[in-house]
């Protein structure tokens, strides 16, 4: 069985920044892509960035570009979400999530395995 756990979430200022960690555990087959998501309260889940598993190929939402950075580490079966010039509306739950699909990378529906969750607050 597969299992995502996430750490690493916490409160900073505006202008902050975080690292999210995610480990995997339990997947017979490397996943395809493997990504972060949030959500705040009353929004739906987004697609934040995601990483093409074992080549390295990153994909994010244009509201991060610039500012966060995904990479995956192979040897610790660690994915990281490196958060810099953090903002406010970045305040929500962030998830890691793993895919055996081949498309849509940035698409929260392709994805059939998660964490549950760390909470990400960024104050002003």
């Known amino acids: 069985q597969v299992h995502l756990v996430e750490s690493g979430g916490g409160s900073v200022q505006a202008g902050g920044s975080l690292r999210l960690s995610c480990v995997v555990s339990?997947?017979?087959?490397?996943?395809?892509?493997m990504g972060w998501f949030r959500q705040a309260p009353g929004k739906e889940r987004e697609g934040v960035a995601s990483?093409?598993?074992?080549?390295?190929?990153?994909y994010y939402a244009d509201s991060v570009k610039g500012r966060f950075t995904i990479s995956q580490d192979n040897a610790k079966n660690t994915m990281y979400l490196q958060m810099t010039s953090l903002k406010p509306e970045d305040t929500a739950t962030y998830y890691c999530?793993?895919?055996?699909?081949?498309?849509?990378?940035?698409?929260?529906?392709?994805?059939?395995?998660w964490g549950q969750g760390t909470q990400v607050t960024v104050s002003s």
């Open positions: 990483v093409r598993f074992g080549y390295g190929f990153t």
């Open positions: 999530a793993a895919t055996p699909y081949t498309s849509s990378p940035l698409a929260s529906y392709k994805y059939n395995f």
């Open positions: 339990g997947y017979t087959y490397n996943p395809y892509y």
